[in-house]
């Protein structure tokens, strides 16, 4: 009562504090992130190991099993659990609730690290967390040229894009490549070679292969020798030696190149090749900026693209957004129309001015402690923030009827 009492003997107090929450709204306005969906907690970690020509069999007893033991015992592990099939393994590792994922992480990777009884022919393995990320929109390339060009386009987005600032980009309808090694019959038999004799030479020549350890204990990390070849050049110039023991170039017997794998499925539009690129963004980026820059960007790049190449833009999911806020707007200012012409017909104006005001001086102050609770604006807190519209409406006609009456009374009888 105190605190009304102050108001109505210093009006130049409240109208003070009215100026402060509406600055303090606008500037939370500027700061609050706009994403989709709530954020949610995801406490994964998981491992990822590729064995190749291994059956599942073997995968399951050399490399998973080991993996589940050693990770049980981490701390903050509430489940270990594992998929297995030829030449893949995936192990799981569920965290309670309240448990930091990023040093779970760290866990994780050092008791990886320090098994010592997996088979040396594994890639490295993969160790990651899960991360929550938003669609912000995809993108959709069509040509009538070959595959090989959109590739190229799609692998120049994907780099464009990510240096931007954009977090994360998937494809649909990126082939899966090869390495095709194509050598004549005849030429094998002139140099003293088989098939088999070829193919096990290129896989010496052309692997990732442990290289010791480095330090000791807890220290000790796994050291890997990359000569893994990965581009048709560097398959070209690998040396081979021939049945008499001169050495010859790759290149010089065979035909190596890139081709998509054979029977692999492909995207098509119409007949015409095409990959889909989705974009997503991570939690500290607001999804209408990272929309606005990925259509600045399509813009800019659509004059430049070969002819009969086309970018369309589908699963606009920001747009969702878009039309929640223009939704409340809408209804936010339908709202002021009609308590203003309530409010004159059945008080006067200068009371019907300020219960105006207050609707929207309201929302601007929840806002703010909503920013200072770490709140975002997402589909969620948007229906919320609609079903307390006309709340807001109503309180705020109330308190207006009941301040005009007010205005009446003495001071002295007020609170």
């Known amino acids: 009562m105190k605190l009304i009492r102050t108001f109505v003997e210093h009006r130049l107090a409240a109208n003070l504090g009215m100026v402060l929450m509406i600055l303090a709204g606008v500037w939370a306005i500027t700061q609050i992130t706009v994403r989709l969906n709530p954020v949610q907690p995801m406490p994964w970690v998981h491992t990822d190991i590729v064995w190749r020509g291994a059956s599942a069999e073997d995968v ?41 994922v990023q040093e779970a992480l760290d866990r994780v990777k050092q008791r990886v690290a320090q098994l010592r009884s997996l088979p040396t022919e594994i890639e490295p393995p993969v160790i990651y967390s899960l991360r929550q990320r938003d669609l912000v929109a995809a993108v959709l390339i069509t040509g009538t040229g070959s595959i090989d060009e959109l590739i190229a386009l799609a692998r120049e987005m994907e780099n464009d894009l990510l240096t931007g600032g954009v977090d994360q980009v998937e494809f649909t309808g990126l082939p899966v490549q090869e390495i095709a090694i194509q050598v004549d019959t005849r030429t094998l038999f002139e140099l003293g070679l088989t098939f088999e004799e070829l193919g096990a030479r290129l896989s010496m020549l052309s692997m990732d292969a ?3 350890t480095a330090g000791r204990g807890q220290l000790a990390r796994q050291l890997r020798s990359l000569d893994q070849r990965r581009a048709s050049a560097e398959f070209e110039d690998l ?3 021939t049945a008499d023991g001169s050495l010859v ?10 081709r998509p794998l054979v029977d692999h499925p492909q995207l098509s539009v119409g007949g015409a090749p095409a990959i889909a690129l989705f974009v997503r963004r991570d ?17 800019a790049l659509r004059p430049t693209l070969p002819e009969g190449v086309n970018l369309t833009l589908f699963l ?5 957004i878009r039309d929640e806020l223009s939704l409340i707007a809408w209804n936010g200012i339908t709202g002021l129309v009609l308590v203003i012409g309530a409010l004159t017909v059945f008080l006067r104006m200068l ?3 300020w219960v105006t005001v207050g609707i929207p001086v309201t929302f601007l102050a929840a806002l703010l402690g909503f920013y200072y609770l770490g709140g975002t604006i997402n589909a969620i807190s948007l229906v919320g923030l609609v079903m307390a519209l ?13 301040v005009d009456y007010n205005q009446i009374r003495p001071p002295e009888t007020i609170g």
């Open 60 to 100: 399951e007893k050399l490399v998973t099993a080991p993996l589940e033991q050693q990770l049980k015992n981490v701390p903050d592990v509430k489940t270990v659990r594992s998929s297995t099939r030829d030449t893949f393994t995936q192990v799981r590792v569920e965290l309670e609730r309240d448990a930091d």
């Open 239 to 241: 040396p081979i030696t």
């Open 210 to 212: 442990p290289a010791g």
């Open 316 to 320: 606009e999911a920001w747009q969702f």
């Open 283 to 299: 939690l500290e980026t607001d999804s209408l900026t990272a929309a606005r820059s990925l259509n600045a960007y399509l813009d």
């Open 249 to 258: 170039r790759l290149g010089d017997i065979a035909r190596v190149e890139r």
């Open 390 to 402: 006309g709340i807001v409406v109503d309180e705020a006609m109330v308190v207006g009827e009941a």
């Open 351 to 353: 009371p019907a001015f």
